[in-house]
């Protein structure tokens, strides 16, 4: 795992719309200035560059359909990569947070947020290839259990399950049924155990213990 994207923006939002209305709505002219507005042939506005600590380096590019912003980009550390994507919702919400864990201005990961501002939901792509393939989910931000697809057919063959952000089981389909029919369960102690469900009803037991192998 890695670190949980924040839900606050790092762009300053309010300043870029207020902007976009003048002073009256909290921008300075000095502000603005740092502002540069693209339109497209109609006059609608698309896009808004910003050099939000006024260094010469824009690294805050608002992708807009006229005054609705659709998604922010963001450069955090000026290396010249994106770094962070928000996506808004219609009503101006932020709907989910990318993020590329190979730091490499590629989104890879794409987080999603609870009414308390507290991460709810995190899609990974392992493979990077913009498939989600593993879903992480949280609630008041502490990761209870994930869901993985590890061969890559579309289909959930692992499943894990956590105490306290303490790994406590994982289970696996071994028979591509779609069910788990093997777990790990893990005690807060250290031991693990091997339980199995046969039928992949949901029921597991213990697993039968392994014959030693016979003495020539």
Do not use: H
Request: glycine share 10%.
């Amino acid at each position: 795992m890695f670190a949980i994207l924040r839900k606050q923006s790092l762009a300053p939002l309010l300043l870029i719309v207020g902007a976009m209305a003048g002073a009256a709505c909290g921008a300075s002219a000095d502000e603005q200035q740092r502002l540069e507005q693209v339109y497209d042939e109609t006059g609608k506005l698309q896009l808004l560059k910003y050099d939000a600590n006024d260094n010469g380096t824009v690294e805050t590019w608002s992708y807009m359909d006229g005054a609705r912003i659709v998604r922010i980009e963001i450069d955090g550390n000026e290396d010249g990569t994106i770094d962070r994507w928000e996506y808004y919702t219609a009503d101006q919400q932020i709907e989910k947070i990318g993020s590329s864990r190979g730091r490499d201005g590629k989104v890879d990961s794409w987080a999603y947020y609870a009414a308390d501002g507290s991460i709810a939901r995190l899609e990974l792509s392992t493979k990077r290839d913009d498939t989600v393939d593993r879903t992480e989910y949280y609630e008041t931000g502490v990761l209870r259990r994930a869901e993985e697809d590890t061969d890559g057919d579309r289909r959930i063959d692992k499943w894990e399950t956590y105490d306290r952000g303490r790994l406590a089981t994982v289970a696996f389909d071994t028979k591509r049924q779609g069910v788990p029919d093997r777990r790990l369960v893990y005690e807060a102690g250290g031991a693990v155990r091997l339980e199995v469900a046969p039928d992949g009803d949901g029921r597991f037991a213990p697993a039968p213990p392994t014959a030693a192998p016979s003495r020539p």
